[in-house]
C-alpha cells in the first residue's frame, strides 16, 4: 500500500470539527474489503461487523476532524468575521491562506488579515493581537460580493489551504492536520495490512476514527459504546517538542520513533498496557519515546472511562507546528508507528486481555 499518497489524501482533505465529510470519503477509498459505517455523528468503523461477540475487542481509535474556523459574520465591507473550532494562538492565524466554504460546498481562497502595518499607530503595533481583530479577506470588495456571488454564509467552515509535500532528503512531511490525520492514517494502514490476519487473531479488530476531537472529545464518547472495547489504542498526531528544552528532556522528537504517553489531562495510561508495549518495543528494536504530558488530552479521556473501563495507550506520531496552516512530522516515525502497533496486535494474547479482566480478591 502506497502510505505516502494514503497520507497525502488524507492531509488534503478538508474536515475540520463537524465538517469531516472529505475525510470519510478518503477512507472510504483505502477501507480496502472492510465494511466501513458511518454513524449520525460522522465517527466511522472499520470491520464493526464482523465482531464476533464470543471475543474480547481491541479498537484502534484516532480521529477525524481537524483544528478550523468558522463564518460568524460579514462585514458591510466583505470582511469575514471568524469563530475558532479548537485551540488556536491568534498569531498563528494571521497572513494566512484559508480555504472558506460556500453554501454549495465550494470553496474559495481567502487570507487571514489584520490591519496592515503602514496604518498602524505605534501603539497598535505593540498590541498583543486578538481573535477579534482577525479577519478573512476573501479579495472582495463589498458584503454584497461575498454573500451573492461567492455564496458564503454564516456558519460555513474554513480551513487552512496546505497543500501535502514530502521531502526525499530529510524524509520528512509538512501538511495541515497532522493532528490528527496522521494518526488516522496509521489506523487505515494497519487495518490494511492485517486484512488476511484478522480472522486468526483472538480477538476481534475494529479501527473507530471518531469526528469531533478538537472541540471536546465528543465523538469517542460515542465510539466507545458502540464499539464496546477491552483495549483501546489512541493513535495521535502528538505535538513535537524538539526546539522546548535541552536535549535530555525531550520526549516527542522528530525521527526518534512514536511517543508513548504516560499522562496528561484526559487520562492516566494503564501500566499493564504500557509494559506490553515497552516489551514489544524491545523485542523488535523499535525506536520509542515516553511521554509524560503537563497539558494536552486526547481520545483516551473518554474511551478509558467507557464499558466500565477500557485500558488505554495512546501512540503519538511527534508533529511540529501542531494547531497551525503547515506542519512537519517524520515519517519514519510514521513507519515505526505501524510497526509497533501490528507487532503488538500480533502478539497479543487472550491471556494478555484477560489480565485486565475484574479482579477477585
Known amino acids: 500500500?502506497?502510505?505516502?499518497?494514503?497520507?497525502?489524501?488524507?492531509?488534503?482533505?478538508?474536515?475540520?470539527?463537524?465538517?469531516?465529510?472529505?475525510?470519510?470519503?478518503?477512507?472510504?477509498?483505502?477501507?480496502?474489503?472492510?465494511?466501513?459505517?458511518?454513524?449520525?455523528?460522522?465517527?466511522?468503523?472499520?470491520?464493526?461487523?464482523?465482531?464476533?461477540?464470543?471475543?474480547?475487542?481491541?479498537?484502534?481509535?484516532?480521529?477525524?476532524?481537524?483544528?478550523?474556523?468558522?463564518?460568524?459574520?460579514?462585514?458591510?465591507?466583505?470582511?469575514?468575521?471568524?469563530?475558532?473550532?479548537?485551540?488556536?494562538?491568534?498569531?498563528?492565524?494571521?497572513?494566512?491562506?484559508?480555504?472558506?466554504?460556500?453554501?454549495?460546498?465550494?470553496?474559495?481562497?481567502?487570507?487571514?488579515?489584520?490591519?496592515?502595518?503602514?496604518?498602524?499607530?505605534?501603539?497598535?503595533?505593540?498590541?498583543?493581537?486578538?481573535?477579534?481583530?482577525?479577519?478573512?479577506?476573501?479579495?472582495?470588495?463589498?458584503?454584497?460580493?461575498?454573500?451573492?456571488?461567492?455564496?458564503?454564509?454564516i456558519g460555513q467552515p474554513i480551513v487552512p489551504a496546505t497543500k501535502f509535500s514530502y521531502n526525499e532528503v530529510t524524509r520528512t512531511i509538512l501538511a495541515k492536520a497532522f493532528d490528527n490525520r496522521i494518526g488516522t492514517a496509521c489506523a487505515v494502514a494497519i487495518m490494511r495490512d492485517l486484512a488476511d490476519e484478522v480472522g486468526d487473531f483472538p480477538f476481534n479488530l475494529v479501527a473507530a476514527p471518531a469526528a469531533q476531537e478538537e472541540v471536546g472529545t465528543r465523538g469517542a464518547s460515542l465510539t466507545v459504546k458502540r464499539v464496546k472495547p477491552n483495549i483501546a489504542i489512541i493513535l495521535e498526531g502528538t505535538p513535537a517538542d524538539d526546539f522546548t528544552n535541552s536535549k535530555e528532556l525531550l520526549q516527542g522528537q522528530l525521527g526518534q520513533g512514536p511517543q508513548i504517553r504516560h499522562r496528561d489531562n484526559s487520562y492516566v495510561a494503564n501500566t499493564q498496557l504500557i509494559d506490553l508495549f515497552k516489551q514489544t518495543a524491545r523485542a523488535e528494536n523499535i525506536p520509542s519515546q515516553h511521554a509524560v504530558r503537563e497539558g494536552g488530552g486526547t481520545n483516551a479521556g473518554p474511551i478509558h472511562l467507557g464499558n466500565l473501563g477500557t485500558p488505554c495507550a495512546t501512540i503519538g506520531i511527534p508533529s511540529r507546528y501542531a494547531h497551525t496552516n503547515a506542519c512537519f512530522c517524520s515519517y519514519d516515525d510514521f513507519l515505526n508507528t505501524i510497526h509497533l502497533v501490528k507487532t503488538f496486535l500480533r502478539r497479543l494474547s487472550l491471556e494478555d486481555i484477560q489480565q485486565f479482566d475484574l479482579m477477585t480478591y
Open 1 to 153: 500500500m502506497d502510505y505516502l499518497q494514503l497520507i497525502e489524501d488524507l492531509t488534503n482533505a478538508k474536515g475540520m470539527s463537524g465538517f469531516e465529510d472529505e475525510v470519510i470519503e478518503v477512507i472510504n477509498k483505502y477501507k480496502g474489503n472492510y465494511t466501513l459505517q458511518v454513524d449520525n455523528l460522522k465517527n466511522c468503523y472499520l470491520n464493526l461487523d464482523q465482531v464476533d461477540p464470543a471475543k474480547p475487542t481491541v479498537m484502534l481509535d484516532s480521529h477525524l476532524d481537524e483544528v478550523g474556523l468558522m463564518v460568524k459574520a460579514i462585514d458591510k465591507d466583505g470582511l469575514i468575521l471568524i469563530q475558532t473550532i479548537g485551540g488556536w494562538v491568534p498569531s498563528n492565524l494571521t497572513a494566512q491562506v484559508f480555504y472558506v466554504r460556500n453554501r454549495d460546498g465550494k470553496y474559495y481562497k481567502g487570507i487571514s488579515a489584520t490591519k496592515p502595518i503602514h496604518f498602524m499607530t505605534p501603539e497598535e503595533r505593540e498590541k498583543k493581537i486578538a481573535i477579534s481583530d482577525i479577519k478573512i479577506d476573501m479579495g472582495a470588495t463589498s458584503r454584497e460580493q461575498v454573500v451573492n456571488d461567492l455564496g458564503i454564509e
